[in-house]
């Protein structure tokens, strides 16, 4: 089969279709997308919520609970626990196929029918303030983590601990401000670091310890702005910068921004032990192809963050999936098309909030079911002669093998994950059917100003944990938790004056910048390369692999 080029149904450019995604779509027996694969990536992550987190009641028993699903969603929320509980019936809320109607039609009513859980995750200890967090215990306003402990404003972490304002680290503890950081240990300010100690304002350094300011080091010990000290050098020369001051923070972080841009080398990408594979923040991956933040996965195609993934297409956010397609925040399913939020299930069919489930089809709610259509149960004669009629029906409306229409969407897209990585504007949202949701930000008295904190950790009195502070640049509010004010007087860190989501999608930023490819030459060899650096970032010198290897030892 050869290659075809179509036009995106969504943008209106071009891209290719290769034989290799023919092959995988006839695989998963659906057609080939009509959406170019970012199209295709912001419509399934506007189906992920990165929305405030406010406090609510279950709609079962009035319990408080803490969630980030806005007030508007159109089903009853239910606190997790009452969710899973037999308290309720999900199946009391079956309906009958019509084959005069639309499939989605039908799923969209089911939908604002059957309750949802207030939260995703399981097995956690007081982390009540968090969302998506999967075994792990005293995580504070924390997102999509799993495996921590004592971890507050983190995002998108596994098996961290004891640290703030991680975003995209694995195995690190007592460390601050680090984005895309592995297996460290009390560093603070860093970018892509790994097996790092007690060190501040780090990029792309491997196995260094007590280092400040530096760049593309390995293995190296007492360097500040990449030049050497004796131990007792380095501890005298540290005195002399001001990192216990915002100003003092403020400024080092600008320098080093430069220094990155002007000094550093960028190596053409941030893949790390890939065979044969295309995209960007892979790590152990082989055989995927256009995917951008995985982790060991294999022969993946079109896969938009998640780990230990084969065989599947058309992803975002899923994890543990064997030969899954087009589907957001599944994990550990085998054999399914268009889930959404749903966990351990097999040969099953656009299910949303399901677990456990085998056999279903168009099921809202359900767990540990099978061989239902639209929460309604069939015997395993009647579900596999009505699913063949409503494969039929839908091949002929157009619907197989896309995903569920965004007016399912829980939240609207500005606050979505979508809006963070693939930003849109209003008019273009509602065109694809989708929504925007405006929020009100709340009013309070005896408040005070970011801009008006202590500068200096040592000026801050322990009161400041009992005053609400506004973020002057989205005026939301947050607070000093006592946790964290022990934490930044331990480590002499100066309070941080932003919103904590804001501060999160700044550090986060130049991740979401770096999953275009670019052309350009590499700075050592003269030859066209392609890399994920694009122009706004400043970057000077960019090498291809080889050469930043031979380069950085």
Request: charge should be neutral; glycine fraction near 6%.
């Amino acid at each position: 089969m050869q290659s075809e080029t179509k036009q995106c149904q969504s943008c209106k450019k071009e891209f290719r279709i290769e034989p290799e995604d023919f092959a995988m779509y006839e695989k998963q027996g659906i057609p080939s997308s009509d959406k170019c694969p970012v199209c295709r990536w912001k419509y399934l992550l506007a189906f992920w919520v990165f929305g405030r987190f406010r406090i609510g009641k279950s709609a079962l028993s009035g319990k408080q609970i803490i969630t980030v699903l806005p007030e508007n969603t159109s089903f009853p929320i239910y606190d997790r626990e009452e969710f899973i509980s037999d308290k309720w019936d999900p199946m009391t809320h079956g309906q009958d196929y019509d084959s005069n109607r639309s499939f989605f039609e039908q799923l969209v009513e089911l939908q604002s029918k059957v309750p949802h859980p207030h939260q995703t995750g399981i097995q956690n200890t007081n982390c009540q303030w968090a969302d998506d967090v999967w075994e792990s215990k005293n995580c504070y306003l924390c997102r999509s983590l799993g495996w921590c402990e004592d971890l507050s404003y983190g995002y998108r972490t596994l098996r961290c601990k004891n640290s703030i304002d991680l975003t995209y680290c694995f195995d690190t503890e007592y460390s601050y401000d680090c984005l895309n950081c592995f297996n460290c240990y009390k560093v603070k300010y860093a970018f892509n670091a790994r097996q790092c100690i007690d060190s501040m304002f780090l990029y792309d350094c491997r196995n260094v310890q007590n280092c400040f300011m530096c760049w593309n080091l390995r293995n190296k010990k007492y360097h500040i702005y990449n030049k050497p000290y004796s131990k007792e050098a380095y501890q005298e020369k540290l005195k002399t910068f001001d990192t216990r001051s915002y100003d003092g923070i403020y400024n080092l972080k600008k320098e080093f921004s430069d220094l990155m841009a002007r000094e550093a080398l960028h190596r053409a990408n941030f893949n790390t032990n890939i065979v044969n594979s295309t995209g960007n923040f892979l790590t152990d991956c082989r055989n995927c192809h256009s995917a951008y933040f995985i982790e060991e996965s294999e022969n993946c195609r079109y896969f938009f963050r998640g780990l230990k993934s084969k065989e599947s297409i058309d992803l975002v956010g899923c994890g543990y999936n064997e030969n899954t397609a087009v589907s957001c925040a599944a994990i550990w399913t085998y054999g399914c098309l268009g889930l959404l939020w749903s966990s351990n299930c097999r040969y099953s069919f656009y299910l949303e909030a399901c677990e456990e489930c085998e056999n279903c089809f168009g099921c809202v709610g359900l767990r540990k079911k099978n061989h239902c259509i639209l929460n309604k149960q069939y015997s395993e004669n009647d579900y596999k002669a009505l699913t063949v009629k409503i494969k039929e029906d839908m091949q002929k409306r157009g619907e197989w093998g896309k995903f569920m229409p965004l007016s399912m969407a829980y939240s609207g897209y500005n606050l979505s994950l979508a809006n963070i990585i693939f930003p849109e504007n209003e008019e273009f949202i509602r065109k694809m059917g989708g929504k925007w949701d405006i929020l009100p930000i709340p009013k309070f008295e005896n408040t005070i100003s970011g801009a008006d904190l202590p500068g200096r950790i040592d000026d801050v009195k322990d009161d400041i944990a009992r005053q609400r502070v506004i973020c002057p640049e989205t005026g939301l509010s947050y607070n000093i938790a006592p946790h964290e004010l022990a934490f930044y007087k331990a480590q002499g860190i100066p309070l941080p004056r932003l919103h904590f989501d804001l501060r999160t999608l700044n550090r986060f930023r130049p991740m979401t910048l770096m999953i275009y490819p670019q052309r350009g030459i590499c700075i050592f060899c003269r030859k066209e390369i392609e890399h994920y650096y694009p122009s706004e970032l400043g970057y000077k010198k960019i090498a291809c692999v080889t050469c930043y290897n031979n380069e950085v030892i």
